[in-house]
């Protein structure tokens, strides 16, 4: 079954080619709208503790609907294929940056903020040299977290049309053809545990030298 | 809508699947995860390569999942529930172990010197003392599985999936709207339900 699955994808590497490219572009272009977004806002949230206690409720509920609740309900509103599948991928990436966003900041010590204050920074200053950095582990925890969200909801933008690898295996399925099961299913996995492990890699980098496990 | 209210009882029988579905799994897995925390509490050693296995299950997506299934065990209910259990393990385990990690060295050590077996203490003072934070792993996987169990329906195990899945097949948005509807506040509920049993569990502790 895996020489087959391997046959196939010698022979339709065009195919194979644009689901992976759709696939990557839906979930690259989702997280990074969703981050553009997402992310400004959670840190203008922690600035107003009132609104933040309904959005990050908000959030939080936003959270708990399944993903193929929230792409399947695109047919009705948008209709099938790519831009519908883009506005559910988007929408399923917003509630963990947002609220990583607005506990990254909360989460800073006000000591620090403070004595910086104390030094004589602006607010801007203290924002760009004190907050941002401590706070950008658990911002980009948060990418994380949506970014493998993102990658295998766009698994399931082959039911509304969205294309992407998903194909292969709604079509393995239908024709209970297996060799076309692991051509979907063993790439998603790879990409999933690979955008799990690139994105660690970034939230280490990202850690400020003295926040680092190990530096006392 | 019409059609909802003419289908009451297929929806009633769909909902009624997605919450067996649900409940089994959770329940396969929290029975595996127990154990599996209770030897790891036992031998440290193997709770880092758990962790590691069970996070890569959790993050291969579901239907790649259920379709890496498929050539070994069919169709159906009970590759379902194999991949729901699979999802459940790494946060069940991490918040049992975590539990039972946190309880008081002291409290164990005192409970030791009345003579109690490592039954009696694992069942009178171990797990009442772990019991919100099994209750907030509980939490999770249930909300995790809920949603999950809806894709489960496009390899055949029924639930509210098949509405969801019908609906987009028949370019019926009325399906879509109560299968996704339903989906979602079954999951949003469990939440809300067992939060509150966490805080009311953590709140008795704390008097």
Redesign the interface.
């Known amino acids: 079954m895996v020489e087959a699955a391997w046959a196939y994808l010698l022979s339709h590497p065009k195919l194979f080619r644009d689901a992976l490219v759709t696939h990557l572009t839906l979930s690259g272009c989702a997280l990074a709208i969703a981050t553009i977004l997402a992310a400004p806002l959670g840190i203008i949230l922690s600035r107003s503790p009132r609104a933040a206690l309904v959005a990050i409720n908000a959030a939080n509920v936003a959270r708990t609907v399944p993903s193929l609740a929230v792409l399947a309900i695109m047919l009705p509103i948008l209709g099938t294929g790519f831009a519908p599948s883009l506005v559910a991928l988007t929408l399923l990436a917003i509630p963990p940056i947002l609220i990583n966003a607005y506990v990254g900041i909360r989460q800073v010590d006000p000591d620090a903020i403070e004595s910086a204050v104390g030094m004589g920074m602006t607010r801007l200053q203290v924002m760009a040299r004190i907050e941002l950095p401590v706070a950008l582990p658990v911002i980009s925890a948060g990418v994380r977290t949506a970014a493998v969200q993102v990658v295998a909801g766009a698994t399931l933008a082959a039911f509304i049309g969205g294309g992407g690898l998903g194909d292969f295996i709604t079509s393995g399925i239908a024709l209970m053809q297996l060799p076309l099961l692991l051509v979907g299913a063993v790439p998603i996995a790879l990409l999933a545990v690979g955008t799990e492990l690139l994105f660690h890699l970034l939230e280490r980098t990202l850690t400020p030298r003295g926040m680092r496990p190990g530096s006392s | 809508m019409q059609w909802a209210l003419t289908h009451l009882d297929d929806i009633g029988w769909a909902t009624w699947e997605h919450a067996v579905l649900v409940s089994v799994s959770v329940a396969v897995a929290f029975l595996i995860s127990f154990a599996v925390a209770i030897w790891a509490s036992r031998q440290p050693r193997v709770y880092p390569p758990i962790m590691g296995i069970t996070a ?1 299950l959790y ?7 259920f ?2 299934l ?2 070994l065990v069919g ?1 159906g209910r009970v590759p379902a529930i194999i991949g729901l259990v699979a999802y459940s393990l790494l946060i069940l385990i991490r918040n049992i172990a975590t539990g039972l990690r946190e309880v008081p060295a002291d409290v164990v050590e005192a409970a030791l010197g009345m003579g109690m077996g490592p039954w009696q203490l694992l069942l009178t003072i171990e797990m009442p003392l772990a019991m919100p934070v099994i209750i907030a792993g509980l939490r999770i996987a249930t ?1 995790t599985v ?3 169990a ?2 489960a329906a ?2 055949n195990a029924g639930g509210l ?1 098949t509405l ?2 019908t ?2 097949a028949q370019d019926f ?1 009325a399906k ?2 109560v ?3 339903l ?2 506040g079954m ?2 509920g ?2 809300a339900g067992l939060s509150r049993l966490e805080r009311r569990l953590r709140a008795r502790r704390a008097a």
């Open positions: 890569l993050t291969i997506p579901s239907l790649a999942l379709a890496l498929i050539p169709l909300v809920i949603g999950i809806t894709i496009y390899i999936g969801i899945f609906g987009i948005p879509i709207v299968g996704a509807g989906a979602s999951a949003v469990a939440d």
